[in-house]
């Protein structure tokens, strides 16, 4: 055995405690398996004072996170702050400038930053590495750029955020309404108490984007992310869903043709007969399809103390054995920018749902609506009149350009039928 | 970019011409990822002037295998040709001699000889992969050996075996008879002439024995694997599991509890609900249950050339990249040896079929025999008179000792009621 990995953790809280549990658990697995053993060697916290059910005496502490990155006693930095910018991103840069490794779990900051940081990591020639900041514990960032490295994909996409898919699960098998859930959620730890990182698919989006990066070789494009959650999914779409042999999920997508890049985070039908169907509660799951190897799915905990601390260690497992490589799927300097695809070429099937008033004329006018834009309907419910006196109305498209479905609902805009905003929601075929 | 990673191919079936199509395909992608290109030096199979429908006239040919080794302008042997001695091991020995490297899709191989391997590799100070020996282009070695290694391991299961696959999902879903299902099997290339390999369970056997070594930090131990196949399941057990709720599955399944090591393949019931329900055709997957990520599920083509081929240059691009590590999941003497669990104190519920005579007393002899082995029934069906005059009898336990299982079948070893071999299968909880 050589000379042990010596690291600081920034952040204790749920992550950051998990992290120093397990090292402490399985220490001496881990030193066989990575070849030489991971040893903390300092910690910095907002409260020092706090229980966090670990001993922290052991470690140097201290009060300044940006100090970790200046010890002599580290190699690799442990970032679990989180946030975009402040303190992660100024750990990060001082910890590069510093000849210090990072491994973070901050997807936020690798969506807005992956490209600088990705290059101050190679100018440093020391690792970023961030399994944790996708999926939690599965190991998909691996999977892409190492398991995948061969092919060139189409698509990866996938369920990305467990607290949408808790609630999504939970609206489909006890037929209850969103913001019933959502509070049950919040009550349970499934979500925050300000849910809209999460519910508006924000969240996704940053995971999103740094698997498109990994899979498309091209520059991390968060912006590019068109992003829907799923505040506006009614009891009654997964019902809907459900009979036309369907569920909802949150799908994070992305999509590289003719060097362009499509990125969405949107509520989808998939069929009962994808994998992703059967991925229920607070999981994760992504797919991803390649010239070669096909469909791969890699699926598991996407959040909690243990696995997100479990993708952590793997990640330092991984430099204490020196594997390397770059960051991203190859070096920075051969990314591509992404060049955003115009979603309007994308072609697929749609299903719609409108909640409109129960008077003559009204089924006329969306059929009309539809035709005009020109929308081929595949199928169509309406359901008699709901508690609340409305109607509903669900329709599902032949495959078709997205910019024809967007032009029927524009066309509907403003229609004295159509009450409150209809659903869209694209169908994974 | 540095100096190409050369390579030598040795064997030229599907899959090597599928790892040369690859390279061709997509040279300038993997030349990016892995930071240097890949290229063919040399080539050897059999026949030199079959066609495999791609261009071998740019490479070396040698007509000894072993020479391939041996060449100053390779620095990785890729070995194809298979089987567990003879012109594979030899090659593999020869690399390592040489201080070549070497990746191989070799299940046999490994599964017999892996520490063997893993010692010369390590000896020589240079890289042993093989990816694409367990499931395919399912990158699950990797995700093992690397995903999970911060985790203590407590399981490790999946479906390893696309032919028994593909074989239980068409007699499940045209509800046909297993010769007749192998038959077609045969005739679609997804079976071989001679299946035993496949439908009996060893080369399910070999991919768990590898996976073992992987999650537990065992050597490889082919030979403590209990192997059972699926000649034996009628349609009728698989019409019995569904309507109980369940799906039948070859499973291969390690687990580790005090220091020993259980190995088995079996056919299984599977809960609907349970992922390793929905693979179906001839998909594999590994389920991996660790202390801190929870349970892992890989899932993707498990054989065919473009799979295979992209795992194998997966290992390729690793190499060229300079990871390193060890070949099993730490340095081979930190391996310990396995010692064989008893499965007789494994705890579980079991399937049992038997056929009957129609006659008076069956049932209670049946009855009498579960009893005194101590074993509780908890559900029990009798299908009257089938197409050939027999009568079934499906029996699902409660949970129990797998002893007492097997004594119940002993008390009923040469009765006058049970016509044939009954069938045991064990459920997956």
């Known amino acids: 055995m050589t000379e042990p990995l010596r690291i600081a953790l920034a952040g204790l809280g749920t992550v950051g405690a998990g992290v120093i549990r397990l090292l402490d658990a399985n220490a001496e697995l881990i030193a066989r398996r990575a070849g030489r053993a991971i040893v903390v060697s300092a910690v910095s916290a907002r409260d020092r004072h706090k229980d966090r059910g670990v001993d922290l005496a052991r470690f140097a502490w201290e009060d300044d996170t940006r100090a970790l990155g200046e010890r002599g006693d580290v190699d690799v930095v442990v970032e679990l702050i989180g946030g975009s910018d402040g303190p992660a991103l100024a750990l990060a840069r001082g910890a590069f400038a510093a000849g210090k490794g990072l491994v973070t779990a901050n997807k936020a900051m690798l969506a807005h930053h992956g490209l600088e940081l990705a290059r101050a990591a190679e100018a440093a020639r020391v690792p970023l590495r961030f399994e944790a900041a996708v999926a939690g514990g599965v190991p998909v960032v691996k999977g892409l750029r190492e398991g995948a490295a061969a092919n060139r994909i189409a698509q990866v996409y996938g369920v990305l955020n467990g607290t949408c898919n808790f609630i999504l699960s939970r609206m489909e098998s006890e037929a209850r309404d969103f913001d019933e859930v959502l509070a049950e959620a919040q009550a349970m730890g499934f979500a925050e108490a300000d849910p809209s990182f999460d519910i ?47 569920r909802v999920r949150l799908l994070g997508m992305a999509e590289a043709s003719s060097a362009r890049l499509f990125q969405r985070v949107h509520p989808c039908l998939v069929p009962v007969s994808h994998p992703l169907a ?87 006018e969306i059929a009309a609506a539809m035709r005009d834009a020109g929308v081929s309907i595949e199928s169509l419910i309406q359901r008699g009149v709901q508690a609340d006196g409305s109607v509903l109305v669900a329709i599902v498209t032949h495959e078709g350009p997205e910019r024809c479905v967007t032009a029927a609902l524009e066309r509907l805009r403003g229609s004295q039928s159509v009450a409150g905003r209809p659903m869209l929601m694209h169908i994974l075929d």
């Open 200 to 246: 508006d698919g924000v969240d996704a989006g940053h995971k999103l984007a740094i698997l498109a990066s990994l899979a498309f070789g091209t520059e991390p494009a968060f912006d590019d992310v068109a992003l829907e959650g799923i505040r506006h999914v009614l009891r009654a779409d997964i019902a809907e869903a459900a009979a036309l042999g369907y």
């Open 278 to 364: 059967h991925v229920t509660g607070a999981a994760n799951a992504v797919v991803a399809e390649g010239d070669f190897v096909g469909r791969l799915l890699f699926q598991g905990a996407g959040a909690g103390a243990g696995p997100t601390a479990s993708a952590v260690v793997a990640d330092l497992i991984d430099i204490a054995r020196g594997n390397v490589g770059p960051p991203l799927s190859m070096p920075s300097d051969l990314l591509t920018p992404a060049v955003r695809a115009e979603p309007g070429d994308r072609r697929g099937r749609a299903y719609l749902r409108f909640t409109v008033a129960d008077r003559v004329g009204v089924l006329a």
